[in-house]
């Protein structure tokens, strides 16, 4: 491979990762045609786009970003292919679930998500579980609202039973 067609693959790969905040390292070297295909469709269906990188590439591209990936080197052996995402437990659960049905590969690396490292692939139900931070923004908000919901749902029944108090007097008194 030239040296030009390396620069513009680096720069397509690191375009790539400015692009999506979270990024899984997997190894999919040993899955067959068809479940390469699967996965591939698998990948479409949750919005996680799949690449299959060379590590050497991978590592320039990382170089090329802000912030320190350091931790990842490592990682970067063997066949490798990456999983960009804007949902930080998309591919976690995606590769869970596929392995689940067949006991078959990918195999987790290492993971960049919301801007912490995890590597091996032990760390893969902690992946699973982890919440992104839209979702813990909406869990805050129905935190906050809760209380005034009370506030209301409490005025409101009691305006409620007040009316029906009132109008239960008044139907007497006629």
Known sequence: MRKEDKGIIIEKIAEILREYPNFYLVQTAGLDAEKTSELRRACAKADVKLVVVKNTLLHKALEQLEGDYSELYPALAGPTSLMCTQVANAPAKLIKDFVKKDDVLPALKAAYVEETVYFGP???????????????????VALLQSPAKNVVSALTSGGTKLHGILETLSKKEA
């Open 122 to 140: 032990e760390q893969l139900d902690v992946l699973a579980t982890i919440k992104s931070k839209n979702e813990l923004i909406a869990d805050v």
